[in-house]
């Protein structure tokens, strides 16, 4: 580990919903975003078409949930049948198909505060991206596309790495640690554990059928004021903070 800049942002958002993607009668959300909710909303701001290898770390916390309904429009490549489908679908090759509408159920995260660094591998990129949040080309969001978010605070900090004896998570704050922490017992925590997406590769498994193949990351849910730190290569940035990268 050696010394890092990263781009810190401070976000606000209402209602959202952070996927889990194998929730789909109740639409489950993610205590936090995932990393690949957080990198895909870094490309969108910055238009990137290519993937830029960057770490991010976030902490935050939520103050409830609640549960609303949403229109699910389902389609299965059935041809369309008038007691079966809502929907009819033309298509280009002569065929009509159906679709069904009905309703689902979203968990929604209420009055979201995130802190989450932004480390790219590549230096030159420090600058470009607080520009994209500091100047954004219209409104981002973090989750849905409709989870908008509301940027309280963008600066470029200096990541220090540090040795830290004995101290406790931040009280009232929620983070996602790598498990290394963890399992090597630099984190002493019962925290939930969660194997969550990082990135993709698009893996072709016939002619013009591609797939996405994504990178895992390991990862602690711990809970804030309930969770010690005792490790010799912690990252702490300008404003003290604690800054997990995955």
Known sequence: ???KRAIRLEIYQNLV????PTSFQLKESYPLPPPSTIIGMVHFACSYTEYEPMKVAVQGNFKSRVYDLYTRYEFAGASYE???HQLKLASNDGKVYGA???IATSELLVDVNLIIHI???DDTKVAEIYSAFKSPKEYISLGRREDLIRIDDVKIVDLTEEEVEIETLEDEICFYVPYEYVK???VLTKATLYTLNKVYKKEQIRKGVEIRNWEKVKVAYCVGGKNTVESDHIYKDSD???VFLI
């Open 1 to 3: 580990m050696s010394d």
């Open 17 to 20: 919903n952070y996927k889990k």
């Open 82 to 84: 008038e007691a079966r």
């Open 100 to 102: 069904t509408r009905g």
């Open 119 to 121: 480390c790219p591998d």
């Open 184 to 186: 090597n017992e630099e």
């Open 240 to 242: 003290n903070k604690k």
